[in-house]
């Protein structure tokens, strides 16, 4: 399989303090990869950098065997880089439906000023985009609720719904940021249902979580990051015995294994 | 938007068209014309500043936009001899471009940053106008005449102006709204209400911003070109910062999340409250004060959203979940 | 140019900008804790002023003491905005530029036609002038670079040391985050917004002696410390002290160069700083990229 | 670990917390809709009240954002209804009394030409008076000759004296008072050589300098540079270095404000060590205002224009209007002074033209002239040939000029208007008269 993305001795310092210290990670095409750490292991950071937030201190990071350190986020999102917040980070404003609409806008070939004359070709244009919606929020089971506020909706549907928008950008690689946090055991099913569907679709993922349970069932390879370093990356049972991890987390007292 | 929000919308776009452009045969009060016709302005510039606040921009700097439209525009007649109807578009090209200019400076200045450095613009453009004698100095520019008659058409009086300011105005709706309705709007709307996550939907921030500081100073622009042809007299205070602050009030007392009929409102109410009150005298600013604080503690959305306070057609509750949402917020927050 | 010439304008620049920066520190504080952009700051300042003189003039109280008075009044007055105005709108920083332009024009409006048309000038409570090597600088001038000094130093102290300042600083950087600690916000909030007037007010009593006061006195010197505000950046109180004094001793030096131009200068440093630093000599870096 | 890079914004622009109680603001809001409502009923009805016959409508539009606009705003109140309680005046047989329309202007010319606007098209007022502020002058000054108003101002636009212009006449004489203001310094100060003008950089501060140059420089004295300053300025310390470090004989002040900006400027002059003693000024200060500000050391050897309500013994007509202006506001204030000629002027006009219909009117003044009391002495008006305008367009009156020493006012000269007009021409070519 070929490599999708990888980082070369990423680091990132904040004032002096590293967050992200030398991460050599690599991300194979068609696979889940799990992303664990104590709080402050520099999960989030290390997404951020991926997605072009925060400038990178040194090192490099590599898609598709192009270089994007540097690059700007909005770029990267349309290179094929997706991403769901860790919280609801939504358009709380909008219907679902506006939502996932949004999540097409790197989709347009049509110009601009042909978009402003609202031109037959757009409409077609935007017509098809429509319906691609309609296929994206059917396919995540969110149909009933597509004119609901983002706002209204209950908690779970929500971090479905960050995930439908990232998926409305095509991505080729999907980073989700703690996708179980603060959900039901429900809910939590449904949700590894959907990210399980996602790759099938042959959608590459990278999951941050604490939910330990979910991780160990899902992911094909988990990285442990501690204190901005990576100390583990092996399949979900031998991380489960890795004495350093263990020791990474009992030193933190923030998770059990 | 919706399609039933937007057959409303055009139907109340046609009442109002109808209503307006009868309204001269039903008065013929001139001064009341005159409220008319600087209200059509001041409804121009308040859709400038929505249209930059649409895409999470706030500005207090669109009086000095307005201004260079206005001078480009005095100046192109006066000095260079061009007609008014030549003068009027390239007005707003310039305005454009000194937008664009300005725009790639200060666009990138964090949140409060940017509302400051507009008011700095605007400043700076009061002092380039009033310093240069080529732009008449402190004194502005005097007689600058009024927009070229087209065949039996002189535009003196007030109703030519009054249907020219009006086709203006129209024009300067329907394409914001068509912008507004094209997925540039709908990249505005989400930059405004999400940054962080409109950039991982691969929208160019800047260049979406830099868009909405040309195209909303273009509409200031156009405001100004024909402005100064009305009022057929400059000069560099008529635009200053106070100026552009009451722009900013026409917005947020109409409402600030209807883009169009929000400064259409405000407008109307800022410009033609003062003038009820005149009969207040020396005392009319303290009424007129009263009455902006009222309005804005007690309609927090403006005006607009009257309807829906008294629970006129909600479908769905305004604030159906207050607990809750406040955690989310913060949690939302918290990302960014 | 001579060595005293320098330090004539550099003197001069100071006590001006000096002013600059106690006002511009409260609507820092404004800013960053309440979240207010205060247009009525000029006219707190210039209540200050009048407040001042008054005390002075018709009561015959020492000018310190009435500057006490000054700043005692003016903060029950901005408690009173803020609870009857501001506090159903806090937060969101719009609905309170407006509602504060509103408390402008009363305010202006109210002074002219209470306090009556004369402009008023104070006899300096301190006669002469003080000659510091070559130059002379008016008495009234160096007692406000003192006074401007120490109430800075004040600030710090009560921003760094005290327990209602950290308080604030927590609450500008998270105010969730703050009330979830126990911090009770309303109470930061009411604080902030009146040690920002207060210190508006102290400027204004600061400058009675030295320039005329006058119910628009106010106007100008807002303008000038929003430009301190976008020199210095408006996170921090030292962007409001460097700012300050930018603003101060551009203008010092340039209308001795220039004359009139001096605003342009002004603006054309301005518009260096924000060119390279979009937030400001002290302000927050960009956060697009 | 998040760092945002964006703390003071961290939270969104726009947030509003979510408060409760629903239902009170629902009643609140409909009480706020009712209480609108019922408000502009009453403006609209306070407005349309009725008025009485045979009433000639004056409108005047102030800046009653200042001082000197609500001063003048009382004084003129105070005339016309003293005029109006003498029985008004007769012309042709008929009685007329005036109803006086005051609006604020703010000192912007959107304001003012609203208030024009309706002063002009709702209130459809023939006459108006003592415009000060000269945006709403200029802003106005095309509706107002379009719709034939006598339109007699007291600010001191030279815009105003375009001869295009056929109903507009200028009263105040700030314009031709410091022609005679350089003949008496000469007299004064006869060592003097060279000057220094301190200036405001607005329209009139300019126009003054400019004219005040030409003055200086026919009598003799020359101007070694014009120092500008913003009109808001309230710090001219590095000014009054830079006109010190010029060291001239006299310092002079075009365009000055008459209150404690002046003052400020003095003091600044002193405190940078400027003791010639030789200060001018054109326009009449307000002493009582720019001595709070400035010592009295730092006034000594001001010579300027005073106002005879300012001399131990005024002339009767300025004491009467200092004593009724007293006893009606409880306070005496000067500050409306050079604001109000025109009303005189206007009752005059009305009986030389024996009518009140604005365009005879005008053309006799245009043509005739006219010569009226003001209060602060008999004056006339002028053409304007070095402005182009061969009509009567301008005013002159009897001017007093003071020095001050020992922070009183001494009087020194007093130019009859005949001789204004005189140095006038002089310095600016014959024809006037």
Redesign the interface.
Known sequence: MKTLLETRKLTKFFGGLAAVHEVDFQVRESEIVGLIGPNGAGKSTFFNLISGFHPVTTGTILFQERDITGVKAHKIASLGIARAFQAATLFMELSVFDNVFNGLHGHYHEPAWKAFLHLSSVRKEEQGARERVREIIDFMGLADHADRKARNLPHGHQKILGVCIAMATAPKLLLLDEPFTGMHPEETAVMIRVVEKIRDSGVTIVIVEHNMEAVMRLCDRIAVLNQGRKIAEAEPQEIAHNPEVIEAYLGSDEEEL | MNRGSRKKGIIALGCACLILALLPFFTD????M??II?TCINIMLGLSFSMLFSA?L?TMGAAGFWGIGAYTSALLVLKAGLSFWVAMPLAALATACVAFIVGL??I??????F???T??VN??LV??F??FEFFG????L??IPAPNPIGPITFTGKTANYYLILMLLLVNIL?FY??Y????G??W??IR??????????????RYRLVAFIISSAGAGLAGSFYAHY???L?P??FN?F?S??I??YS??GG?NFYIPGPVIGAAIITFV??????G??????L?????????????GGILS?PD???FFTK??L????G???V????????? | MTIELFSQLLLNGLSIGLIYVLVASGLILLLGVVRIFNFAHGEFYMLGAFITFGCCEFLHLNFFVSIAIAIVLVTILSLFCYRFIFHYIRGDILLCTAASIGLSMMLLRGALLSFGTQERGLHPPFKGSVGIGQVNLPAEKVMAILLCIGVMFGLYWLLMRTKVGKAMRAVKLDNEVASLQGINTTRIYQIAFAAGCALAALAGGIMAPVFSITPSMGHSLLLNCFMALVVGGMQSMLGGVVGGLVVGLVLSFGMYFVGDLSEILLFAVIGVIIVFKPGGLFGEPEHHE | MQSSGYTVLDRPLLRREVRPGGGIMKVKAWLLVVLLVAFSVCVVTGAVHAQGVKTLKVGTVLPLNFGLGVDTKKALEMLVGQFNDAGGITIKGQTYKVQLIVYDDKWTAEAGRAALERLVYQDKVQYIISIISSPTMVSGLNMIEENKILNLFSGTSLRAMNPKLRYTFGTSTTRTSLMPLWAVAKKIFPNAKTTVFISPNDEGGKARAAEEKQVAEANGIKVLDTLFHPRDAVDFTALAVKAKSLNPDIMDYPGADSGTQFGLELKAVHAAGFRGNAHLSAIAPKLDEVMQVASIEALEGLLCNIKPTELPNPPPLAKKFKDDFTRTYGKWSEAAFPWIPAWPALLEAFKKADSVDPTTVSDYIASKGLFWDRIDGPARMVRRPDLGNTKYCDSVSEALYGQIKQGKIVHVATMSRDEVVATCEKVFGPGWK
Not at chain 2, 281 to 286: A, D, G, L, R, Y
């Open positions: 009060s001139r001064y009341f005159h409220l600087m999470g706030v400076v200060i990138r200045a964090p949140g409060v940053a509302i400051i450095q008011m700095i400043m700076i002092q380039v009033g310093h100095g402190w004194a502005g005097l007689d394409a068509a912008l309705t094209s997925r540039i709908r990249a709307s989400a209400l999400n940054a962080r996550l409109a950039e991982t939907l691969s929208v160019d921030l800047f009022f057929q007299t000069e205070n008529m910062v100026k602050i009451y900013q009030i947020i007392l600030l003062p003038e009820l009150l005149r009969i005298k020396e005392i009319e600013p303290i007129t004060g009263a009455v902006l604080i009222l309005l804005v503690i007690f309609l927090p009257l306070r008294l629970g769905e509750p604030a159906a979940s207050s809750k949402n406040s989310q917020e913060q949690q939302e927050k918290r990302v960014l």
